[in-house]
């Protein structure tokens, strides 16, 4: 391989011992011609350098010299081109390239540096033109000529010819060589210490200094500056710092001075006291501020200001997107819950505030769609994560019907039983969580423990749910507003019901589906079927593509899989399950309850719906599939009646017991105070008109004879009262004995 003009290389060994050095050349003109090539040493093997001569060099000094500048090169040195091409036949001569540093190729940001730049190439054009330094050296024999131009054309003088010769030949003939390096000025993270006999302390003087320094006295700092000893103090000190999260700069530097520069003690009463250092003993605050932002780099000093997880979570750098190793739509679904920041009241009785709700919602992670949501007034558990996953993949029309809207069909196809779903730790361990898992055959999946930043997607739907009901849905509170004062709770200014919320939900949900923006994951084939981009539109282009996720699942499957077990009775007149009426045709066309009352009552297995009381499902005994059991018109709760609340008024009807008892005790002792009045007044009566009755007693019978007579004829004498009396009572014996002749011919026949 031939040598060429700008080409590096290295000479291994020389075998003719002092033709040619050791070391790093480059080339400036290879003339086969004339059999030459005319190179610059850039760098030597071992460089045996002559001994100083002059004076002997003082031991010490009081201020450091300031560093020599690098030495010049660029010498033409005349090579024997066969010679070079006989060294690298032997592999003692091989190329090699001299990378620049990445400051290179960034663009001049400075006006100054630009201009500076400019005036470099234009003093060195002629070293920058091929055909004018191959002119110069043949002729010249050297670079004086293009010297002397240079020097005549733009004014620069001798020194920085060779300067900027000495760049060209380390980093290459070209002009991107000539790029100042002002950010080497000044020396940057370069440490100053001011140690004893050494650097005088950097800065504007004091006062004192200054004043004094007028009337020709030199006032040493009373404050020493930033010693060696005192940096490596300092960081020590800040690193036995216990603390995980280091504490507030103010109370970070009095522990560094605590621990790194008290060094005097005195006895005290059993232990030894601490002295207070002088001034001048210990550095400022600003200057430990200084040394702990200088040697510590930002992202260091970053961690020391959070823990691991919050980093982790919030600022650690992304390296992949969420949908990183998602197929397609339906592969994996991000299950996650939240308090809702709104208060509800309760169906029952709309005076009655049931609290925040807890609401579930299950995202497609490839599309962002939400598949599905659930809301709740218990805690989360396996148990309502298994609803959110049925409200996703079962018919939209029995959710309509449960809660009461009117479904809009925003997915096409329906979503159906993804492969992955991922979940919380605590819903992952959850042995029903595994069982039901195994029986459908669904991958689980969970993010480490506070680490809601690996589903992301969840959490910030969860706010866009938050921040579309804040400011215009009554009972609602947003904590993230907290500088606005709105981040006080009115309970009282609810006026939602549980019902009313999901279908709210419903709602935004639905409008999020077809109308959030998704442009930036259309990539150009999507772009160019005509993709919508939006939830919706990714979800139905992942299905035409076939690259999305389908699982077939029976709806009475869904409902014994993910729907809560328990056991109602059949009873007399309907199957009672929670002190509610249910029923359905099959179930009166067998004629459950007319067994029941014949025979006696029996339990039977139920699914139950954790959200409306309206539906139940059993086992269809004579048949096949399940049973579903509408809610009795007659039954003590109605449609809308979630079992939350239902389980609500049955507690507030328990907590009002005592109450009521209380009540039933006070009007029995009323009545009874009543009643002992009564008799007591009544005793006193007959006694008087015993003692002063005279004559003859009618009999009891007479006596009752007269009262009943007196009381429906008041105008009528004694005598008519008592015959008339007398002939109603033959009258009614007469009729009674012929009813009793008539049953007994009855009888008879």
């Known amino acids: 391989m031939e040598l060429i003009a700008n080409q590096a290389f290295k000479l291994l060994e020389d075998p003719f011992q002092g033709a040619y050095p050791a070391g790093i050349y480059r080339v400036i003109l290879d003339e086969a011609a004339i059999n030459q090539t005319v190179c610059v040493c850039i760098e030597r093997a071992s460089e045996e350098r002559p001994p100083r001569g002059g004076r002997r060099k003082k031991e010490k000094t009081l201020r450091p010299r300031k560093k020599a500048p690098a030495a010049l090169i660029g010498e033409l040195i005349w090579m024997d081109r066969d010679y070079l091409l006989q060294l690298q036949s032997k592999k003692l001569l091989i190329t090699v390239e001299i990378e620049r540093e990445s400051i290179y190729y960034k663009p001049i940001e400075s006006q100054r540096d630009r201009d500076l730049f400019s005036n470099r190439c234009n003093a060195m054009a002629g070293f920058l033109d091929p055909m004018r330094l191959k002119e110069s050296i043949l002729v010249n024999q050297g670079l004086g000529g293009l010297v002397r131009e240079a020097i005549s054309a733009t004014g620069v003088c001798r020194a920085l010819i060779y300067k900027l010769w000495t760049i ?218 298994k609803t959110s996953i049925f409200n996703s993949i079962c018919d939209p029309s029995l959710l309509g019907d449960l809660w009461g809207y009117e479904p809009m069909l925003c997915l096409n196809p329906l979503p159906s039983i993804c492969y992955q779903l991922m979940c919380d730790r605590g819903e992952y361990l959850s042995k029903a969580a595994s069982i039901t898992a195994l029986k459908i055959h669904l991958s689980m999946a969970y993010a480490p423990p506070y680490r809601p930043d690996l589903k992301g997607i969840v959490e910030v739907l969860h706010r866009i749910e938050k921040d579309a009901q804040f400011l215009f849905m009554p009972g609602a509170m947003d904590y993230r507003r907290a500088e606005f004062d709105l981040r006080k709770s009115h309970p009282a200014e609810s006026a939602m019901t549980v019902r009313e919320y999901v279908q709210y939900l419903y709602i935004i949900f639905t409008e999020y589906n077809l109308t959030a923006n998704r442009s930036h994951r259309l990539d150009a084939h999507m772009v160019a079927a005509g993709v919508f981009p939006s939830p919706s539109g990714l979800w139905r282009w992942g299905y035409e593509m076939g690259i999305g996720v389908q699982r077939a699942l029976p709806q009475s499957d869904l409902i014994t899989t993910f729907l809560e077990s328990d056991t109602a009775r059949v009873g007399r007149s309907s199957i009672v399950y929670a002190g509610n009426d249910y029923s359905c045709p099959t179930v009166n066309a067998e004629e459950w309850t007319t067994i029941a009352r014949n025979f006696g009552s029996w339990e039977i297995p139920i699914r139950k719906y954790p959200g409306p009381v309206g539906r139940i499902w059993t086992p269809n005994t004579n048949g096949k599939g399940l049973l579903e059991l509408k809610i009795s018109d007659q039954a003590k709760a109605s449609a809308e009646v979630t079992f939350d609340e239902l389980c609500d008024s049955i507690a507030y009807q328990q907590m009002q017991q005592p109450t009521i008892e209380h009540e039933r005790v006070l009007q029995a002792l009323k009545s009874l105070r009543k009643v002992d009045a009564l008799r007591e007044t009544a005793v006193r009566l007959t006694q008087e008109a015993i003692s002063k009755a005279t004559g003859p007693m009618p009999t009891m019978t007479e006596a009752r004879i007269i009262e009943t007579a007196c009381a429906n004829n008041v105008s009528g004498s004694e005598s008519q009262t008592a015959e008339k009396a007398r002939d109603e009572a033959m009258e009614a014996h007469e009729e009674m004995m012929h009813a009793v002749l008539h049953s007994q011919v009855e009888e008879g026949s």
């Open 168 to 385: 060209l030949c380390i980093l290459g003939l070209d002009a991107l060589s000539l790029l100042p390096r002002r950010d080497r000025c000044g020396a940057p993270s370069v440490p100053r210490p001011c140690d004893p006999d050494g650097r005088q302390k950097a800065g504007r003087k004091t006062r004192l200094q200054r004043i004094a320094r007028l009337h020709g006295v030199i006032l040493p700092p009373k404050q020493p500056g930033m010693s060696t000893e005192w940096r490596a103090a300092i960081l020590a000190a800040d690193r036995q710092i216990p603390t995980a999260v280091k504490p507030k700069m103010s109370d970070r530097c009095d522990l560094i001075i605590k621990s790194a520069f008290v060094k005097r003690y005195r006895p005290g009463m059993g232990c030894l006291v601490e002295v207070d250092p002088k001034l001048g003993e210990y550095p400022t605050k600003r200057q430990i501020r200084r040394v702990l932002e200088v040697d510590i780099p930002r992202l260091q000093r970053l961690l020391q200001r959070t823990t691991q997880g919050h980093f982790k979570r919030c600022l650690r750098g992304l390296v992949a997107r969420n949908w990183k190793g998602v197929s397609g739509p339906g592969h994996t679904w991000a299950i996650d819950s939240t308090r809702g920041d709104i208060y509800l009241r309760s169906s029952i009785n709309r005076a009655w505030i049931v609290g925040r709700p807890i609401v579930y919602i299950i995202v497609d992670v490839w599309s962002t769609a939400i598949v599905g949501f659930h809301v709740c007034l218990t805690g989360p558990s396996w148990n309502t994560a």
